[in-house]
Nanobody, 129 residues
Framework: QLQLVQSGGGLAQPGGSLTLSCAAS????????LGWFRQVPGKDREGVAC????????YYADSVKGRFTISRDSAKNTVYLQMHSLKPEDTANYSC??????????????????????WGRGTQVTVLS
C-alpha cells in the first residue's frame, strides 16, 4: 500500500517561490503516474503538473506552464513541485497523487473528476495579494 506524505507550502509573496514535496512509502514510485492537483473551495480541482515516472515525461496545465516544475528523486522516492513566479491565483490546496495506470496527460487534463489510486493529504499554498 502506497502512502504519500506531503510537506512544504505556506505563504509566499507574488513573484516568489515555493517547493512542495511528496514522500512515498510502501512502494517505489518508479511504476506510477505522478501528479499535483490544486483546489480552491467552490471550484473544480485542477491538475497542474503530471509525469510518468518511468519516462520522466511531463505535462503542465497552461496556467502554470513555464513557472512550475514537477520532478522526482528516485533515491528518496519523492516527487516535488517547484513553483516560481507565484501569483495570487495560485493560492489553493495542493495535493500529490499517484496512479499505476493513468496516462499522465489524461491525469492532468481530464483528472478533475476522475479517481486515482493514492492521494496525499494536501497542503495549503497562499500567495499574498
Amino acid at each position: 500500500q502506497l502512502q504519500l506524505v506531503q510537506s512544504g507550502g505556506g505563504l509566499a509573496q507574488p513573484g516568489g517561490s515555493l517547493t512542495l514535496s511528496c514522500a512515498a512509502s510502501g512502494s517505489t514510485l518508479d511504476d506510477f503516474t505522478l501528479g499535483w492537483f490544486r483546489q480552491v473551495p467552490g471550484k473544480d480541482r485542477e491538475g497542474v503538473a503530471c509525469m510518468r515516472a518511468s519516462s520522466d515525461s511531463t505535462y503542465y496545465a497552461d496556467s502554470v506552464k513555464g513557472r512550475f516544475t514537477i520532478s522526482r528523486d528516485s533515491a528518496k522516492n519523492t516527487v516535488y513541485l517547484q513553483m516560481h513566479s507565484l501569483k495570487p491565483e495560485d493560492t489553493a490546496n495542493y495535493s500529490c497523487v499517484a496512479d499505476r495506470w493513468a496516462p499522465f496527460q489524461v491525469m492532468c487534463a481530464k483528472g478533475a473528476n476522475l479517481g486515482f489510486d493514492y492521494w496525499g493529504r494536501g497542503t495549503q499554498v497562499t500567495v499574498l495579494s
